[in-house]
């Protein structure tokens, strides 16, 4: 009979030293042991990609996309070389694949390349020899045979792919958190682990900034329905399970999206300015048209290449950070907490709502008190956990 197939992606801090990489590799042994087949996709051992970019960024602000895509592709060739090794000192054989080797196509846009088909013939070849398949995250190739990266945080996209292509029971995603949190635990000391998340509701707290998985990984499973789950690879309890189609709690979460900037603008520019925006392949976070200003939102990164394309400094900009709060009951919450943050001097410069939640934007530098703030009266709060209690029963 033919085993079972299992993707088990590795983020970069359990990949981050060559002792993290040993403990992997007993790791994928054990699931070998419990008759599996295995494919690894990793990431850079942690901080490489940073290194990497800062190096780019030494030569150039806004360096050659193309060749950005080489640089920063040599990360996680390392660390799928070091693992692979590490098995086969282990005595399991396994062997190492990077991008192209994967034959992992994506489209042209470098930087932030989509995956347009996977091959499955190279891994499943080297499965049939009994081997461990490695694969390196992040990178593709085009078709005319250029490197690409798909964006940061992108192995999670390039396991889940592979996962789907490959037929996969379950793709496992561990890292440096035990799960999905209601909010990052580093900001919110009170965030809590939810068992199991809908993807639409994930797909909404990874829109809006959630760095537990990468946007792409998250749609590509939803659509594919590719069972998805994220777990720690320090600490082995049951993690997240990403499966469903429907929210069925008040509030799941809140997301929170840093180093954002908003221009504003003449209203009748937009259209121009967006324009412009989708030739430099800038994307437009949101359109904000009050009745006395319009704005954009757009990353600060994407703001510096703005600034290049019209060779001026942009007046009228500032920088921002975004609050998402994903739930039933996030749209009703909008005026509230407006007034919770106000009560500690913390101005709402726009509410933005899409059905599923709503987007506050503010100062950069009150974002992680109001992350707390809002935490704490929409999910733990004791008042709140009632409102939750409430609607499961209500539910069940
Ligand atoms: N190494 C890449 C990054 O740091 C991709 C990833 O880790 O998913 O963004
Ligand atoms: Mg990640």
New binding site residues.
Partial sequence: MKKPLIVQKF??TSVGSIERIHAVAEHIINSKKQGYQVVVVV??MSG???RLMSLAKQVDVVPAARELDVL?AA??QMSMALLAMTLNKLGHAAASLTGVQAKITTDNRHNDATISHIDAGPILELLAQEQIVIVA??QGVTKQGDITTLG?????TTAVTLAGALNAQECQIFTDVDGVYSCDPRVVPQAQRLPIIDFPSMECMARHGAKVL?LPSVQYAWQHQVPLRVLSSFDLNSGTLVKGENCHRPMSGLAILRDMCLIHIESERILNVQKQCQLLGITIGNVIEHPEWSAIVIKQDDYTKLELAFQQKISNSEPIGLLTMVGLQAERSAERSCQLLAAQSIKTIHVASDGLSITLAISPESIDKAANILHHAHIASSEALVCLQKHASLNE
């Fill in positions: 983020g970069g990431s850079a490489e990609t940073n920063l990360g996680e995250g992040f940061r945080g992108g192995s999670d990468h």
